[in-house]
């Protein structure tokens, strides 16, 4: 009896995660331009010091090709006051996903590799506990504060769903 309990269970569960995977994707739009998902969290975060940065900077500080990428956008502080930054890129289709997926990771390690320890020690954790989540051809990344990431994540979300 027990053993058909757990089956049972386990059958359940397997489906409950199906079910719930085809819903997400079915439920994420595709056509929302990177600039207005990136102004739906910046404007969650209420800082008016963060700026998108310059084409310049994708290569030459992220050292990152975003040439054929469906959109991107990232935006940094501008004053220096913090490290907060965000990044949101698209892929132009499901097959390019996993390579800016990798491009974003690999961002976030040279980052973390260069940082230097005396320069603001209190902002390294926001940069060691930085993030990235992904929403159908979506790629956000978030170097904040817990909040401030709980928020842009959410903004990211709400901004994707049809």
């Known amino acids: 009896m027990t053993k058909k309990y757990l089956s049972f269970i386990a059958l359940v569960l397997a489906l409950s995660l199906l079910s719930a995977c085809g819903g997400t994707s079915a439920n994420v739009r595709d056509d929302v331009s990177v600039s207005d998902v990136s102004a739906a969290v910046a404007a969650v975060l209420g800082d008016d010091t963060l700026v998108s940065v310059p084409e310049t900077y994708y290569a030459g500080s992220m050292k990152m090709d975003v040439s054929d990428y469906g959109g991107y956008d990232v935006m940094i502080n ?10 949101i890129f698209k892929a132009k289709d499901s097959s390019q996903l996993p390579a800016v997926e990798k491009a974003v990771n690999d961002y976030l390690a040279f980052r973390l590799q260069i940082w230097m320890e005396e320069y603001m020690p209190e902002e390294k954790p926001k940069l060691e506990n930085a993030e990235v989540k992904t929403v159908g051809n979506y790629v956000m990344y978030a170097i904040l504060s817990d909040e401030g990431k709980k928020s842009a994540f959410s903004a990211f979300e709400k901004s994707l769903k049809a």
């Not at 501008?78 to 990044?87: A, L, P, Q, R, V």
């Open 78 to 87: 501008s004053k220096g006051i913090n490290i907060d930054e965000f990044g």
